[in-house]
């Protein structure tokens, strides 16, 4: 099982990146996929989720500024990340589960997001 994640970078307040994750070995549209990032010295947080059904939900820091989607037919998540802040500054990884609830199933490396004053 892969989940190979890309698009990450160095972008300054108030730019767009939008990240990849490219998931194999998995039945891919019966996941329920996620991204998560984790600021230095902090704790990961959740920051997006979207069901195998396409229902989505978000953290109240990114509500507006990011739109998560999946695209079944390529087996790749997406994060498109607009109005950038630099709090938004972390490595975010993507993650994939079975069920709605308990730990996810499946994580990938991560990526660099830094986002400049």
């Known amino acids: 099982v892969q989940l190979q994640t890309s698009g990450g970078g160095l972008v300054q307040a108030g730019g767009s990146l939008r990240l990849s994750c490219a998931a194999s070995?998995?039945?891919?549209?019966?996941?329920?996929m996620y991204w998560y990032r984790q600021a230095p010295g902090k704790a990961r947080e959740a920051v997006a989720g979207?069901?195998?059904?396409?229902?989505?939900n978000y953290a109240d820091s990114v509500k507006g500024r990011f739109t998560i989607s999946r695209d079944n037919a390529k087996n790749t998540v997406y994060l498109q990340m607009n109005s950038l802040k630099p709090e938004d500054t972390g490595v975010y990884y993507c993650?994939?589960?079975?069920?709605?609830?308990?730990?996810?199933?499946?994580w990938g490396q991560g990526t660099l997001v830094t986002v400049s004053s």
């Open positions: 993650a994939a589960r079975t069920i709605l609830t308990g730990s996810m199933n499946y």
């Open positions: 070995g998995i039945t891919f549209s019966t996941n329920h």
């Open positions: 979207i069901t195998r059904g396409g229902s989505t």
